[in-house]
């Protein structure tokens, strides 16, 4: 995944607090394998991938709001598919295109996730771990486009050669 400085990742104008299904991918630092291997076509976790895991799968305990649907740990991101649920006293945020955090959004949602996993891997001694500044989001709209989503994470191990976030991808 390449980003360009100063590109806005995010729709504009488009309220990230709202309900709805979104796929996100979360990758590391100049994509540094810091979760363990592909083996065989399955993803092999280390203990920095069995933090990112746990801590991924804690979520909805921190978000009443929030589901969790598919997801995969890879040896450098993460791809998942978050729900945010309609809920009593929810807000009706004003889209403004400035993306603060505002809690229970994407993007807070996906802060928080980063930095509790940066914390455990701290603790746990593994100092330098690090996360690339931005991620990916895609709002999903479409039932299709969910199972697609879907297809597309329960193979994304057995198409880990022809990743792009594969350093040593066929197609790099």
């Known amino acids: 995944m390449i980003f360009y400085p100063n590109k806005k990742i995010r729709l504009q104008k488009y309220d990230y607090s709202q309900p709805g299904y979104y796929f996100v991918t979360i990758c590391t630092k100049d994509k540094a394998e810091y979760f363990g291997k592909i083996k065989n076509g399955l993803m092999c976790l280390n203990q920095v991938g069995d ?15 929030v589901d969790l649907d598919y997801s995969i740990v890879m040896p450098n991101h993460l791809h998942g598919i978050i729900i945010i649920k309609p809920h009593d006293g929810m807000p009706g945020h004003a889209a403004t295109g400035l993306h603060a955090l505002t809690p229970g959004s994407l993007p807070s949602i996906v802060n928080h996730f980063k930095g509790a996993v940066k914390k455990d891997c701290n603790k746990n001694g593994f100092t330098d771990f690090q996360w690339q500044s931005r991620f990916y989001d ?11 989503i879907r297809e597309y994470i329960v193979n994304n191990p057995l198409n880990w050669e022809l990743d792009k976030n594969n350093p040593e991808s066929v197609w790099m």
């Open 51 to 65: 933090i990112a895991e746990a801590i991924w799968k804690q979520i909805p305990a921190s978000y009443s709001s």
């Open 138 to 148: 895609h709002i999903i709209r479409k039932d299709e486009s969910l199972d697609k």
